[in-house]
T-cell receptor, first 110, second 113 residues
Framework: QKEVEQNSGPLSVPEGAIASLNCTYS??????FFWYRQYSGKSPELIMSIYSNGDKEDGRFTAQLNKASQYVSLLIRDSQPSDSATYLCAVNKNNYQLIWGAGTKLIIKP | NAGVTQTPKFRILKIGQSMTLQCTQD?????MYWYRQDPGMGLKLIYY???????DKGEVPNGYNVSRSTTEDFPLRLELAAPSQTSVYFC????????????FGPGTRLTVT
């Protein structure tokens, strides 16, 4: 079992709809969880971090964490074509190392 | 603040050549990292450093070396380049305390032929 798993996609969502991206992890001791966005040919860019069970909202983005079920998700409301990118999930291994998922490719169709 | 900067942006090497990828951060971060990303794949950690003078291997260190003489700089050395080292290389940094968010440089696209 991979330590951090994501569906590779592509996930196709109509413009204006909600995009839902999921990530599961294997280490129950993980405390910090991160979502990054990576446009083609560019470097990963931090969208959100989450540490506590529940939801965390930032603009059109909501991160959801469920430690009991070992999953973290990212919801993107009112999806725009500019949201088309690969979304990387990362989970802390220790205080300074992250374990990365392979990413989910999201396509927003106008 | 420039954040994390990397040079060069692109490079083509012949098999057996060597080169150094430069990385500099101006956020006074103690932790720095080198990753490689192959097409359609996730990030693989090559080396990391928790402070000046301290470095350690990640998942895929073979064929690479690093040094960290200052807080700001973390160069990655490729010795005897091989086609398997064709990849995009990202440098990242993070602060000492929580939340340990990593911030990335723009990357270096390396081709070994």
């Amino acid at each position: 079992q991979k330590e951090v798993e994501q569906n590779s996609g592509p996930l196709s969502v109509p413009e204006g709809a909600i995009a839902s991206l999921n990530c599961t992890y294997s280490d129950r001791g993980s405390q910090s969880f991160f979502w990054y966005r990576q446009y083609s040919g560019k470097s990963p860019e931090l969208i959100m971090s989450i540490y506590s069970n529940g939801d965390k909202e930032d603009g059109r983005f909501t991160a959801q964490l469920n430690k009991a079920s070992q999953y973290v998700s990212l919801l993107i409301r009112d999806s725009q074509p500019s949201d088309s990118a690969t979304y990387l999930c990362a989970v802390n291994k220790n205080n300074y190392q992250l374990i990365w998922g392979a990413g989910t490719k999201l396509i927003i169709k106008p | 603040n420039a954040g994390v900067t990397q040079t060069p942006k692109f490079r083509i090497l012949k098999i057996g050549q060597s080169m150094t990828l430069q990385c500099t951060q101006d956020m006074n971060h103690n932790y720095m990292y080198w990753y490689r990303q192959d097409p359609g794949m996730g990030l693989k950690l090559i080396y990391y450093s928790v402070g000046a003078g301290i470095t350690d291997k990640g998942e895929v260190p073979n064929g690479y070396n690093v040094s960290r003489s200052t807080t700001e700089d973390f160069p990655l050395r490729l010795e005897l380049a091989a086609p398997s080292q064709t990849s995009v290389y990202f440098c990242a940094s993070s602060g000492t305390g929580p939340p340990y968010e990593q911030y990335f440089g723009p990357g270096t696209r390396l081709t070994v032929t």
